[in-house]
């Protein structure tokens, strides 16, 4: 890609594919989305009654792990002037377990590219978030509206 960041949806072709940079998630992750979501089933935050479970450990939030991926994707840049909405998630699946400790990034690829009637570019972009041992954690097609050069022209 040798367009500069933002990204417009002049600069995208189908096929593209983009990876962002990689985070931990920690305890405070896990404890602050329990917090934030009312979301205090014992497989997430009850470490004793998580040890005795298929995953042998609490696992974190699957809507957290939607919520690290879009931390991924604003902090790298390539969108964040030029996003002008998120349409939604399609064939959302939650594929291996987030744990705490887990090391996660994101990879973006274009899937199809659209103007709309209005003349706005729809991006379909299908997200996964890869663990540290290149396991996908979940995927899913999600549809953008990316704003176009003559957008942003004077």
């Not at 940079?21 to 404890?31: H, I, K, N, S, W």
């Not at 497989?43 to 005795?52: C, K, P, Q």
């Not at 400790?101 to 379909?124: A, I, P, Q």
């Not at 995927?139 to 004077?154: F, W």
Request: proline share 3%; with cysteine; glycine share 10%.
């Amino acid at each position: 890609m040798t367009a500069p960041f933002p990204l417009h949806f002049d600069d995208l072709e189908v096929g593209l594919e983009l990876l962002s940079g990689a985070r931990t998630v920690t305890e405070t992750d896990l404890v602050q989305f329990a917090m934030l979501s009312g979301d205090w089933n014992r497989i997430h935050v009850d470490a004793e009654y998580a040890s005795g479970t298929e995953f042998g450990q609490r696992v974190v939030h699957g809507v957290c792990s939607l919520a690290i991926m879009g931390g991924l994707i604003f902090a790298a840049g390539w969108f964040t002037t030029t996003v002008e909405a998120l349409l939604g998630f399609d064939e959302l699946r939650f594929r291996t377990p987030l744990f705490v400790g887990d090391t996660v990034h994101c990879r973006f690829t274009v899937v199809e590219l659209r103007e709309t009637s209005t003349g706005r570019g729809l991006v379909k972009r299908r997200l996964e978030l890869l663990n540290q041992r290149g396991e996908t954690v979940l995927e899913t097609i999600s549809p953008i509206l990316i704003a176009r050069k003559a957008d942003n022209a004077l």
